[in-house]
């Protein structure tokens, strides 16, 4: 939960500073149009947040495309590099378990089901399995609203990542 509200808390700044920048504004040596005014969708920072996600289907991903995707979202400003640091950490599990480079995975399902497992473990520690679990929920959430916003089935954007 933490992760998601630091996103959050992160995308909400960018997208403020997006609305009082210049009519124009610098995404990843692009120069983007601001969007105008409180009532719109989001900044073009968002906007470019936005793209970068679309472009990847965290259903059907391989861990190289997953860290190019993580990283575009940090250059893009629209990581913390402890966000980062957490969501790289799946790139590390699939390390650990042998994924291939270029293997195509569902991330989506995977940490559903580590989550799943994680709460029917009765003999962990209460207090790792409690950690663990809130870091699994993060990362699930993130996962899931990747995907709503690659649909487009985000009823808000990027902007409502939770």
Do not use: C, H
Not at 87 to 100: A, H
């Amino acid at each position: 939960m933490l992760l998601v509200k630091s996103i959050l808390s992160s995308v909400a700044q960018l997208a403020r500073l997006g609305r009082r920048s210049e009519p124009t504004q610098s995404v990843a040596g692009q120069t983007l149009p601001t969007a105008a005014g409180p009532s719109s969708a989001g900044s073009a920072l968002s906007d470019a947040m936005r793209q970068i996600v679309a472009e990847y289907d965290v259903a059907n991903i391989s861990p190289r495309a997953l860290s190019e995707m993580l990283q575009k979202l940090r250059q893009a400003g629209a990581l913390s590099d402890k966000d980062f640091q957490e969501l790289s950490s799946i790139r590390l599990d699939l390390d650990n378990e042998g994924v291939g480079l270029d293997e195509r995975i569902n991330l989506v399902e995977r940490y559903a089901k580590k989550l799943g497992s994680i709460r029917e473990q009765r003999d962990a520690n209460p207090a790792v399995r409690q950690a663990t679990q809130a870091s699994l929920q993060r990362q699930l959430a993130w996962l899931q609203k990747s995907v709503q916003i690659r649909t487009g089935t985000s009823p808000l954007g990027f902007d409502t990542l939770a």
